[in-house]
């Protein structure tokens, strides 16, 4: 049996969740997920707890068993906390600031770069060097700060870029500016 899929999600207070055939709703607040269940997989809500359980022991069963418990968990924790990633800004005259909703980023290029905020997102700059990610979707705040951070990945020499902000970048050494070649 999956170790993870059997655990039981706890139903925090003022999170409601609704089972409509084979789609999961998860709201709180302003915040509403959704998912569609994968067949082969049944849930059940007992005790302000979620159930998960599968139908048989298949391969693609016992596989989907535990991928399904941990997207409803983020759902879950996702409305009820959310969730939030951070990007820091390292270079001379790179810097962010907010436009209403919308992020500009001066990286260097011959203009301004303008990231529109999906619905569901927000972007919160501290001192034009930090930029925070939040959301309650956990795969759509990981994938906006992921296009954020490829827009000037860090290089290796200087450490110029945008970097998440528990991300260490291994650096190399420059030019040695030893002898140039002789005759």
């Not at 082969?40 to 399904?68: A, V």
């Not at 996702?78 to 992020?103: C, H, P």
Request: charged share 30%.
């Amino acid at each position: 049996m999956s170790r993870i899929g059997k655990l039981p999600i706890v139903i925090p207070e003022g999170v409601l969740v609704e089972i409509d055939n084979r789609t999961i709703k998860v709201k709180k607040d302003n915040h509403e997920l959704t998912h569609q269940l994968p067949p082969g997989i049944k849930i059940k809500i007992e005790e302000q707890r979620i159930i998960i359980d599968r139908l048989n022991n298949m391969r693609l069963y016992r596989s989907l068993h535990g991928l399904t418990r941990s997207l409803i968990f983020n759902m879950v924790k996702g409305v009820s906390e959310g969730f939030e990633k951070v990007l820091e800004i390292n270079g001379v005259g790179y810097r962010a600031d907010l436009k209403g909703k919308d992020l500009e980023l001066n990286l260097g290029f011959s203009h301004p770069i303008k990231i529109e905020a999906p619905e569901g997102i927000e972007f919160i700059v501290e001192k034009q060097k930090t930029i925070k990610v939040k959301g309650a979707d956990k795969q759509l705040v990981g994938k906006i700060a992921s296009e954020i951070r490829s827009l000037k990945k860090p290089e290796p020499y200087k450490g110029k870029g945008i970097k998440y902000i528990d991300e260490y970048i291994r650096r190399k050494v420059g030019k040695a500016g030893a002898a140039v070649g002789g005759k």
